[in-house]
């Protein structure tokens, strides 16, 4: 019995672990969050999630001026270490203006 409660346990957390999604992009639209003069240029996903974007200062200028865009971004990581998930840019991709 034993055995197969450790069996059936193991199952699951392998499955928990090998679900991890392979897809290294989201998309959305380019937006900048915050005040003067503390904002952040962000990919908003939906009406509650919004990842603001770590990258070079001239793509973040480029994103900025992008505002609006719907886009692609594809990303390294999601850095969840501060207050708010952050995403670290690699490239992006404008799907329409």
Do not use: H, W
Not at 12 to 33: N, P
Not at 57 to 64: Q, T, V, W, Y
């Amino acid at each position: 019995m034993k055995n197969i409660l450790y069996l059936l346990v193991m199952t699951v957390i392998s499955g928990m672990v090998g679900c991890s999604s392979s897809k290294q992009y989201v998309e959305g639209t380019i937006c900048k969050v915050g005040n003067e003069p503390f904002t952040n240029m962000a990919v908003q996903i939906d009406t509650y999630t919004i990842y603001p974007i770590t990258a070079d200062g001239n793509i973040l200028k480029e994103l900025e001026s992008q505002q609006g865009y719907k886009v692609k971004i594809f990303y390294s990581k999601i850095d969840s270490s501060g207050e708010t998930k952050r995403i670290i840019l690699k490239a992006y991709e404008i799907i329409n203006q």
